[in-house]
């Protein structure tokens, strides 16, 4: 079961760390310091979101409109590092 445990680990660290490069890309394209006009950027820019969007379209639609802003991927950071807390808290049922 500690494999289990730490399995689940793995994919949530896997996952916030999606979130973060996905967060920082997004900001680093609307600053135009990256242009989606390059290749391996728009590919790396439209991987994320087709492996991030199935995560923030339920959070989108329970959110309300915010004019433009998107706060969908800090509602998912913020639940993904709630999951992590409640599998750390009850670990002792993993052994």
């Known amino acids: 079961m500690t ?3 730490q399995i689940l680990l793995l994919i949530l660290d896997v996952v916030w760390f999606l ?3 996905h967060i920082i890309m997004s900001w ?3 600053f ?3 242009n989606l ?3 391996l950027v728009r590919s790396i820019w ?28 800090l509602v998912g950071l913020l639940a993904v ?15």
């Not at 991030?52 to 639609?61: A, E, N, S, T, V």
């Not at 590092?81 to 052994?95: G, H, P």
């Open 3 to 5: 494999s289990l445990f």
């Open 37 to 39: 006009g390059q290749e």
């Open 32 to 34: 135009q310091v990256l």
């Open 28 to 30: 680093l394209i609307n």
């Open 81 to 95: 590092y709630a999951i992590r807390i409640i599998l750390m808290n009850n670990m002792a049922v993993f052994y």
């Open 46 to 73: 439209y991987g994320l979101n087709r492996l991030l969007d199935p995560i923030y379209q339920p959070i989108r639609r329970i959110l309300p409109p915010m004019g433009g802003l998107d706060l969908a991927p």
């Open 19 to 21: 979130m973060i490069a």
